[in-house]
């Protein structure tokens, strides 16, 4: 399968090691947005072309996900901290837009949720998963599980990304 | 049910609109025909099982927006039955992975569940059980299997048929919701469990257990009855959050201690939505499970003679980057055929209790067998029958293979 390389080249990205340059270095196999299909909550397609030239934070999670739910306080945290520095966070489930539309009503993060339209297509492990891209486009994070992305460590990843230019 | 299977597939190739013409020389073996799909709205989250009869039923969750509706159908003499609803309501929880299934005993009796919320606009929801004593014609008010009376997660939910009753199980949230909880952000402190339970035909509960304290939160639980009795499988959950397949056995009345299926030493803090699952032929047991120890996604087959007591070395079954999504059963006392996705496909395999494996092929074409949620696997007396939500098109897609008994 084409996403085999992908895979591997996960694996080289230690989860909860501490972060190094090496661990933002370009996912190369995967095609610069190409995989990810998002839409608003109306259903208009959002391309991550629109982006270009900043560092796009993309989370997947679901409204039944326990440990998605548990990290998005730090999400929110880390968005306050990061968005003067032109960083842009989306949160995508791929349940009906009513059904997030309703979480988005209850638990009032402030946070930009969208709906994915292909997640069977990423080949993902499980929720949450978190791509981070460089602004250049080029997807050079790639995680399943949960992080406290408000971490000191996490931030200056983060940033180090968004200096990639 | 003994079928025709000529008059069946002839039957699906007039009824497959959107099937491609067969070709010749094609291995009917390896090539699922799709069938005509007794739900042909707008549907989702399909379940397949076969009575001791041999007659199949699926069942599935149409929804507008306002209500959601379990249906089900069963397939006679090929033909599958005008779809009848089994419930309706308009606060369900409706989630992909944690769909509702339905079986039935040889006579008159069927059984099916549905996840209704405890409360409107929470994420706490409870398993609510409905039988029918006609031939699923009337279904009775639906009742809580748990009565832990807290608003928790519960779902997930197993069900077969054990003698004259039915075998439940499911996870269940109790110890994991604060007291009053369900509001914003959680209060699930304690553990996930899973417990198991015997229901009568009315859906009484005869008797009820804790399997295991601490289980992954959103994986699917599997049950089978050997000749030994029932065992579950289900994905553990470790201190250091290694989530790895366990196996509990009823054994000479008593629950056997949780014991790994194989020690893969999947670490994962999050949610692998993705349960294994067992099918059981006498002491035959066959377990097909997802996992992905150092980022390398397979899913693998593991065998047991002797009820579930030990297993054999896995077999790995995908051939490139796997989501899971399994389901596995028995072909013959020999054989299992088992089903898994990579990226949105949906593969099969047969797999042989002597370790070999044949080459996979697809479910349907490419195009056809893309899928969303979890396919359905079951087995009739001379066919594979395999239920998807069609990826695009957001409805069930059905197709049949012909098995060769060797």
New interface residues.
């Given amino acids: ?4 390389l ?3 080249l ?2 080289l990205i230690a989860c909860n090691e501490p972060v190094s340059d090496k661990n933002t270095k370009p996912i190369h196999d995967q095609k610069k947005f190409a995989t990810v299909k998002l839409t608003d909550l109306n259903g208009q397609p959002i391309s991550l072309d629109q982006f270009k030239g900043r560092t796009i934070f993309l989370n997947f999670w ?9 990290e998005m ?1 730090s999400i929110d945290s880390a968005q306050r901290l990061l968005s003067k520095n032109g960083v842009v966070f989306l949160l995508a489930s ?1 349940e009906t837009p ?1 059904q997030i539309k ?1 979480f988005k009503e ?3 993060f402030d946070l930009n949720f969208v709906r994915l339209t ?4 990423l ?7 978190t791509y981070i891209y460089n602004p250049k486009g080029e997807k050079v994070f790639a995680e ?3 992080r406290n992305w408000n971490d000191s460590s996490n931030i200056k990843m983060i940033l180090q990304i968004n200096n990639q230019k | 049910m003994r079928k025709s299977i000529s008059v069946f597939f002839f039957a699906a190739l007039l009824v497959s609109c959107d099937s491609k013409p067969a070709k010749q020389e094609v291995d009917i073996t390896r090539s699922p025909l799709a069938i005509e799909s007794p739900a042909d709205s707008a549907s989702a989250e399909p379940y397949l099982f076969t009575d001791k009869n041999g007659i199949v039923y699926l069942s599935w969750i149409e929804k507008d927006s306002l209500n959601s509706t379990l249906k089900y159908s069963s397939l006679h003499n090929e033909k599958w039955s005008e779809p009848a609803v089994i419930a309706s309501g308009n606060d369900w929880f409706v989630n992909w992975a944690d769909y509702p299934v339905i079986a039935t005993d040889e006579s008159n009796n069927l059984i099916s569940h549905f996840l209704q919320k405890s409360e409107k606009g929470t994420y706490t929801y409870d398993v609510k059980l409905t039988t029918s004593n006609d031939q699923g014609k009337t279904w009775g008010a639906p009742s809580i299997l748990h009565d832990d009376g807290k608003k928790a997660e519960h779902g997930f939910v197993s069900i077969v048929p054990y003698g004259e009753n039915y075998f439940i199980s499911w996870l269940d949230g109790r110890n994991a919701a604060m007291e009053g909880g369900g509001g914003h952000h959680g209060g699930h402190h304690g553990q996930m469990t899973i417990r198991a339970a015997i229901i009568d035909k009315s859906g009484k509960k005869i008797n009820e257990w804790e399997l295991d304290n601490r289980v992954c939160d959103c994986c699917q639980t599997s049950a089978a009855i050997t000749d030994n009795g029932p065992v579950v499988v289900y994905r553990d959950r470790s201190d250091s959050e290694i989530r790895d397949i366990s196996i509990v056995r009823f054994v000479n009345g008593q629950w056997t201690a949780p014991k790994s299926i194989f020690a893969d030493n999947w670490k994962i803090e999050g949610c692998p939505v993705n349960g294994p699952r067992i099918a059981a032929t006498g002491n035959n047991v066959a377990v097909a499970w997802f996992s992905s120890p150092d980022k390398n996604a397979l899913v693998n087959v593991a065998f047991s003679k002797d009820g579930g007591a030990a297993f054999s070395d896995p077999v790995k079954v995908n051939d490139d980057k796997t989501i899971g999504r399994v389901d596995i059963e028995w072909m013959n006392e020999k054989t299992v055929m088992v089903t898994w996705m990579e990226g949105a496909v949906v593969k099969a395999t047969k797999v042989y209790n002597d370790g070999k494996k044949d080459s996979s092929f697809i479910v349907a074409s490419t195009s056809e067998s893309r899928s969303s949620g979890f396919p359905q696997m079951t087995k009739t007396e001379n066919s594979m029958i395999f239920a998807w939500t069609d990826d695009k098109k957001k409805t069930i897609r059905v197709a049949s293979l012909f098995i060769k008994e060797n």
Avoid: S, V
Wanted: hydrophobic share 25%; glycine share 8%.
């Fill in positions: 399968m084409r996403y085999i992908c895979t591997i996960f694996g679901a409204t039944w996900c326990k440990p998605c739910i548990r306080p791929d009513e309703e209850h638990y009032q292909n997640m069977e297509e080949t993902m492990d499980g929720l949450p998963t399943t599980g949960y």
